[in-house]
Structures are given as C-alpha cells and as structure tokens.
C-alpha cells in the first residue's frame, strides 16, 4: 500500500476541494467519478451527477494534474440503491437512498476499485470527520452529513480521508476560489440525484406496475377510523405531512399513519404524531454494539436534532430505544443514527 | 506520474508531425492567410497551397488521373475530417439519388466506423432506408450480402478497407468492381488504410474515398473526400460554391496543406511503417500471450492491417484495464462502448461474433511511427499484475 488516495469526485464543489486539498497534502490521488445511472434525455442536467458533472470533474481533475477516470455503477447502483428506494416507498415507507448510496455504492463498491488500485485511502466530500478510525459529526452544523454514512462497514472508516468535513461550507467555497476550480460557485445539490424536479412519483410511476397499490386510491382515515376523503396513491404521502390533506378540522392534521395493506392514509393531530420510542432494524455498527440500558443520542431525520434515549432492548437484528423526550414524525424508512455526547457516530439503523 | 509514458494508441489519433507543423506555419501567419477564394496576391498564395495539396494527394492516392482509372486534383475534396466525409459520401449520395428518382437507400457493413453507420441512419430516419451488411467471424463482407443490397438498387454501397478495432481488410478491389459492374456508387471508409496497407485508388474503381488528418500525423479538423463522380453526390451542407459547391465554405487552409504534407510523407514511408509495425504487432501479440495464456487476439483468423491489434482477456473488462494501464503510463483503447446503460462490447467485435464476456473484455492496441520495442516490453512487463488485479476486482463486482 502506498499512500494514494481514491477520491471520489461528483463534480460539485466539495469533492473537488477535497481532492484539491489531498493534493495540497501530498497524498499520491487519482480522482474518479461513479456513473451511476442513465443520464437520458429524461433526466435534464442536475446541479450534481449529470454528465455535465463528469466534465466539471475532469475540469478539476486536470487543474490538480490527477489522473480521473469515470466508473460505471449504472447495474449496482440501479439495484442496490434505486430498487430499494421503489420497493420501499411500494410498502408504504419513506426511505433515503443516499444512506444506502453510501454503504453499497461509496464506501463498499468504490472500495474495490481502491483496492485493485493499491489505494490506502479513499475520500469523499462528506461534511463528517473520520479520525483515528472513527467517524464524527462535520464541524458545520448546518453541513453535517454523518447521518447519512451510519450504514458503511466499520472498517471502512480507517481508511476514509474527510478532507472537508473540518471546513463550514463558506470555508469550502473560499477554498474553491483560492484554488481556482470551476465548481467554486456551483449551487448546492439539494435533491436525490437520480430524481428529476424532485418528483419522485414520477421515478416510480417509471418503475412500478400500472397497478401498483402504491399508487391507487384509498381511503383518508382518521386514528378514530372515520373515512375522511379519498387519497390516489399512498406513496405520495410521507409522515408528518400537512399538505394536500381533506381539510374541515378544527385542528391542524398530519399524515400520523401509513397502512399499505388497506392503503389506508392515516391522519391524526400534532400529538399524535409524536413518538416516545424508536425501533431500528438493518442495525449497523461503527462502535462497538450498545447493550440494554445504554444511554445514546439518536438522530431519526437529516437535520433534526439528535435526542436522548436510552437502550431497552438489543438484538442482533433490531435496536429498541426509550426517548428522554418526544420526537415528531418519526418515520419507517428514515434512518436513525446513533451518536455519543461528544458527536461520535456509533451507527444506526432503518425507522422499522 | 509513470517514470515513461507508452502511447499505443495511434488508431485514435496521432500528434502532428514537425514536418507538417512546418509545413503549415506560412499559412497561419502573415505570409499566406488570405482567403483562397480572392483573386488577390493574398489569395492566390492560399489557393497555392490548396491546390498543391490536393496535387500531393492525388499523387498519393494513385495520380495518373488521366483515364488510367488514378485520382485527379479536382477530384479531392476537403472536409472537417473523416466523419464528415463519410456522412458526404453516404448521404450525399442517398439524397443525389432521391433526387434522381432511384432507391432512395444504402447499404452499409456491420462494423463500419460509426460515421457512416449513423449517417446511413440518418439516410433512414429522412424517410429512406439503410442495409446493415453481415460480416463473417473474420470481419469480412459477405458476398450474398452485398449481392442482395445490389440486386434490390442502392443509392451507395460503404464498406471500409481497414476497420479501426480489429484492423481487419476487406476485399476492397473485388467489393469495388462488384458494385461497378451494378451501376452503383461505392464509397471506401480509408481512413485506417491510408499509409498503413498499400493504397492506391488506381486499382480500385470506387466512387468515392475518405482519408483523415489526425490519424497519419496532420492536425485533428481535416480530411477529404476523393469524389470522382460529382454527380453521385450532393451536398449536405450550403453556402458558397467552394469546392464545386460540394463542400462550400472557406477552405481550411493551414489543415489542408497540413494534409497533403502529411498524406506525402505517409505514402512515402508507408512500407517501411508496414514492415515495422506488424514487426512491433507480432511481438506484442506473442509476448502478450505468453503472459496472460488465455488471452484471445481478435480477428485474427483473416487478413489484418499492420498497426492494429484487438487484444481481449478474459475475466477483465476493459475500462477498468484501461484505467490501470493509464495509471501505470500505458495508453490505448477499449474495444467497448459505454452506451446508455451499462457497458456492451462494441458493434465491430459483436458484428464479429465475439463472445460477450471477451467483447466487453477487448483492448486495441495501435502503433505509430513514433513506437518501438520499448514500448512493446512497457506493456508486456506492466500486463500480467494488472490483469491479476482487474480479474480479481470483476470478479468481486460481478459476484
């Protein structure tokens, strides 16, 4: 092993300081962006992953005087990642592709090529901090996407390089500008790459069957069981919702419920939408595995802030926590990460 | 950065050579910019270079026009390169004969470039209809193929006389006299053929032939068409009455004297580059499979151009051996093509009947005048821990 690094370059400003920064560092890097699905004329150019990214890549790439290579996940990616994505918003969840992007795509598949390249490292423009074999919180609070990486194999973090996860997102930018790289000033990518506009209906419409339940009309109920109008899909709903519902409370009413084997859309009040207690399945560990009464802060969506909680039952399959206080919408499919007080990923798993 | 850089990669492009470079610098500068269709003293010193090249190519490409069947200047037209040549030929001959009431359609083989195939496309898509001519497992045009296209009317026939992935050569002469005997316009695709085999058109009684700049040491930008039949063509783009009006516009002029310098010094040294290339070629081809024992040598089983060599080896796929040869200093190209979706072997390897798993497997290593054994022994020394290294990482990734 040398210390060549693999980095992973989109062809937005992170990843490009990042590789810019290795560079700085002394690192031997070679920079590769992973093709991972079909740019058609359907998909019109996105602030990340476009072919238009590729170039902007290869732009940086050539600046730094790093080889780059463009690396075709089309197949894995299509079903490790958007497979899942459909499946699990046909069963009436609401799940994150990045989290799975990252533990099959950026940090396992990415890997083997990193491997057959005699690469110690690989790197990414992850907001996180990777240190002496653990992983942390970015230091932009804003930024932070440590939520995100929770499912990678454990021992994959000592050899991720994190080079902007220590910078805020301006300290990046004036990064990008000092270095001269093209992607300074490219907007943020805010949507699911493989996503156009947002509209995720529209990529399952693309991939489920005509008839898919998931897409047909049921009923709105209340948690009382009143049937309260008619919904054309449960996959448009998501927990915690408030758009687009019957109107006619005297409240305000939040999607508190999905029951896809009555395709039932269930509402309920801000109350009812809050929860005491999390259950996580497809349990990852980048800590050594909490036990029954463990204290632990979990954090059940990106961006919201981690909670208190407390361990009342593990297995190797699934991770039951008691809540300090309650949190809002908490939902099947989302992730929750698990976090020491100091900001520690300790891993995670899927909202059951 | 690799301690020594091999390019084995000429087939996609060649740097330009200082004779051509030196042959072109007048034109760019004050001594003869000027617009070689002005009938000032800054123009005729333009169309002094223009008309000497098209002088130097004729020469190349067989001269003696004067009824002995050779190329006369007139009959060479510039264009920005092989591809558009190539789409004049196929569809400027595709709309010539709409206009003249016959077949508005072409045949075009299976691995031709995919310049003539996507113009014979295009033929399709503008209402008329395209022929996809089978080849053999050794690449070769099938004659009954070809014979049906003729017997059902034609507007043109294209088939190229080296393909640039297997270097495979066709029949050229008997597929040209076979289309003369029918009437119908034959159009040769010379880019990889010119300076590499013996070529000359004196011989070959096609309508219409395309060589390329950037392949034999001129600037990227520039070709020509040979057109010796004006009237089985027409134009594809308009404007002025440059070249007959066949291909208007104001002549590229430094490219043009950059080719013809360039076509000079390749018909030239042709033999000679023959000789050592397939010398170089032979000696990749045995060490390599001395290395890596179950590596499959693509289209070899048939007459092959000297410079080209189509390499595949098993359990690899080619754009995770190209990225490692680059890393280790080592340049050339893949035999696939990374279409929408996920990679496919390329249309000349599948047209052939190589397995899948070998198509998408498949490396083509081209030589230039520039190589030597070095380079050879580069490639032959970096091969076998590459390979280990690319199989064992598709195995992982197609588990």
């Known amino acids: 092993m040398t210390d060549r690094v693999l980095v992973a370059m989109s062809g937005g400003v992170d990843s490009s300081v990042a590789a810019a920064l290795l560079v700085e560092a002394g690192y031997d890097v070679v920079g590769a962006t992973m093709k991972l699905f079909c740019y058609g004329d359907s998909v019109p150019d996105r602030p990340c992953c476009s072919l238009d990214s590729i170039t902007d890549a290869q732009l940086v790439a050539h600046k730094l005087g790093i080889p780059h290579y463009v690396l075709n996940f089309e197949d894995r990616f299509g079903r490790d990642v958007i497979a899942n994505f459909v499946s699990e918003y046909a069963r009436g969840r609401t799940p994150i592709p990045c989290v799975r992007c990252n533990s099959f795509t950026k940090f396992r598949d990415f ?27 970015g230091r932009d609070v804003l930024k932070d996407q440590s939520y995100f990486l929770w499912g990678i194999d454990r021992g994959v973090v000592a050899r991720m390089l994190t080079p902007v996860g220590s910078l805020t997102k301006p300290e990046t930018r004036t990064a990008a500008r000092r270095l001269g790289l093209v992607t300074a000033e490219k907007p943020e990518s805010v949507e699911i790459c493989f996503v156009p506009d947002d509209d995720y209906v529209r990529v399952l419409e693309r991939h489920l069957p005509s008839d898919a339940p998931a897409l047909a009309p049921g009923p709105v109920v209340t948690t009382g069981g009143e049937v309260v109008g008619q919904h054309d899909g449960f996959a448009r709903y998501t927990i915690g919702q408030r758009r687009g519902l019957p109107g006619g409370f005297r409240e305000p009413r939040y999607v508190v419920a999905i029951r896809p084997a009555t395709r039932e859309v269930v509402l309920g009040s801000g109350d009812e939408l809050l929860g005491h207690a999390v259950t996580l399945g497809e349990l990852n560990w980048l800590a050594d595995p909490l036990a029954p009464g463990d204290p632990v802060w979990v954090q059940c969506r990106y961006r919201a802030p981690a909670v208190p909680g407390r361990v009342r039952e593990c297995s190797p399959a699934t991770l039951e926590l008691d809540l300090a206080e309650p949190v809002r919408a908490i939902t099947p499919g989302q992730s929750g990460a698990l976090y020491d007080a100091d900001g520690r990923l300790l891993g995670g798993g899927v909202i059951a | 950065m690799p301690k020594r850089l091999v390019y084995l990669d000429n087939a996609a492009t060649t740097p ?123 690449g070769e045009v099938a004659d009954a193929a070809l014979n049906e296209a003729l017997a059902r009317g034609v507007a043109v026939v294209s088939v190229m006389w080296v393909n640039n992935e297997v270097g495979v050569v066709q029949p050229i002469a008997r597929l040209a006299a076979r289309c003369r005997d029918a009437g119908v316009p034959f159009h040769v695709d010379g880019v990889q053929a010119f300076g590499k085999i013996p070529v000359s058109l004196s011989d070959i009684p096609c309508t219409l032939f395309t060589i390329s700049g950037h392949k034999i040491g001129a600037p990227k930008g520039i070709g020509a068409l040979v057109v010796r039949d004006r009237h089985a063509v027409e134009a594809i783009i308009h404007g002025g009455g440059q070249q007959f009006g066949i291909r208007p516009g104001t002549e590229n002029v430094p490219g043009i004297v950059g080719l013809g310098a360039a076509v000079e010094l390749a018909a030239r040294e042709q033999a000679a580059f023959a ?92 030589f230039g005048k520039e190589n030597t054994e070095e380079d050879v022994e580069a490639l032959v020394a970096a091969l076998p821990k590459i390979v280990e290294k690319v199989r064992h990482l598709s195995a992982v990734l197609h588990r």
């Open chain 2, 16 to 138: 330009v050579r200082p004779e051509v470079l030196e042959a072109m610098l007048p034109y760019l500068g004050r001594e003869a910019f000027g617009n070689p269709s002005s009938p000032h003293r800054f123009g005729r010193a333009a169309r002094a270079g223009v008309d000497q090249a098209k002088r130097s190519i004729a020469e190349a490409l067989g001269g003696g026009g004067g009824g002995g069947g050779g190329v006369e200047p007139a009959q060479v037209i510039f264009t920005s390169g092989g591809t558009e040549a190539d789409n004049l030929a196929v569809i400027g001959c595709a709309l010539a004969a709409r206009d003249r009431g016959d077949p508005f359609r072409v045949a075009v083989s299976a691995i031709e470039h995919k310049a003539v195939l996507a113009a014979a496309h295009a033929v399709a898509h503008l209402g008329g209809e395209e022929i996809i001519l089978p080849v053999s497992g050794s």
């Open chain 2, 275 to 366: 000789a050592r290339a397939a010398a170089l070629r032979d000696d990749l081809e045995r060490r390599v499979l001395a290395v890596v024992p179950d590596a499959v040598i693509n289209g070899a089983s048939g007459p092959r151009a000297p410079h080209v060599s189509s390499v595949s080896i098993p359990g690899t796929d080619s754009e995770a051996l190209l990225m490692h040869l680059d890393l280790a200093g080592i340049a050339c190209s893949s035999g696939s093509a990374c279409s929408t979706g996920a990679v496919e072997p390329s249309h000349v390897l599948t047209a052939m009947g190589v397995p899948r798993e070998l198509g998408v497997a498949a490396l083509r290593f081209s």
């Open chain 1, 111 to 137: 890997l083997y090529h990193a491997d057959a390249l005699d690469c110690a490292y690989v790197a990414t423009g992850h907001y996180a901090i990777a240190r002496d074999g653990a992983l942390f919180r």
